[in-house]
């Protein structure tokens, strides 16, 4: 978890399946002006101790707890594809605690049934092959065509960090995740939705749909950049979010 800076807080929620470590780049960037609050899943990274299933209410909780205990009444609330997903659950139940919103790489609907046997399929992988398959299936989604050497071994290192065990875990509460589609259209808080022009998870088209149904929003595309944008284009993404943030 990186609880740093003073100043109004930015909650950032960190994608599947690393942890919140890969949000040093913008810790480093905005801690001298924001609080900078990047929390661990459950079974990620400092939180690797809940090793029980969950679900997006149990987090969707543990985030609101977590605001309570830092004493943040409000917050903008940055969400990256899984820490999207999660965002957009928290938003339909608690939008009075968000004041700003930013969508990365992610989407507001539930997995259709493809996606479901996409998640049904790595689960066995992870119960037949272990940690193994974890790295092996996810990096070729998570980042571009050619990733920065230095991008791709950081990325390897911080899912290393995470158990087949924690994965499995995840993978359900996303597969089992409620549908938030109803939800852009009811943000009334200012938004910025950004969106690696190489992400292969949540394509181009579909970060402009949901850019479209969120009244008044932005939308940044960003070069060069795959699911991962934050981590693979991470002055681009900071340039965004400084603009957003003002
Ligand atoms: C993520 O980056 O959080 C995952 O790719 C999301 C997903 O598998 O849907």
Redesign the pocket.
């Known amino acids: 978890m990186i609880d740093i800076g003073s100043g109004p807080a930015l909650l950032f929620l ?5 942890n919140s470590e890969m949000w040093r780049p913008q810790a480093a960037a905005f801690a001298d002006r924001f609080r900078i609050v990047a929390p661990d899943i459950r079974g990620f990274g400092s939180g690797a101790s809940r090793v029980d299933p969950w679900s997006f209410d149990d987090v969707r909780e543990d985030l609101f707890g977590l605001l309570d205990a830092l004493g943040i009444e409000r917050c903008t609330l940055i969400g ?4 999207g ?1 999660l965002a957009f659950h928290f938003l339909k139940a608690h939008a009075e605690r968000v004041e700003r919103f930013v969508a990365a ?1 992610t989407r507001a609907r539930s ?1 259709n049934d493809p ?1 479901k046997a996409g ?1 049904d399929g790595m689960i066995a992988a992870l119960q037949s092959r272990g940690h193994a398959a974890l790295a092996e299936r ?1 990096i070729p ?2 980042l571009s065509s050619t990733p920065e050497a230095a991008v791709l071994t950081g990325v390897r290192k911080l899912i290393d960090q995470t158990s087949a065990n924690s994965a499995i875990h995840a ?1 359900t509460a ?1 597969r089992n995740r409620e549908d938030s589609s109803q939800v852009p259209g009811q943000i009334q808080c200012p938004a910025l939705v950004i969106v690696g022009q190489q992400d292969l ?1 949540t394509r181009v088209e579909e970060a402009r749909q949901l850019a479209a149904s969120i009244a008044g929003s932005r939308l940044v595309e960003i070069p060069r950049a795959g ?2 944008s934050s981590l693979e284009a991470p002055d681009a993404f900071n340039a965004a979010l400084a603009a957003f943030l003002g």
């Open positions: 960190h994608a599947f399946p690393l990256l594809s899984m820490g997903y790489d997995d996606e998640r996810m989604k998570l993978l996303m998870v699911h991962l």
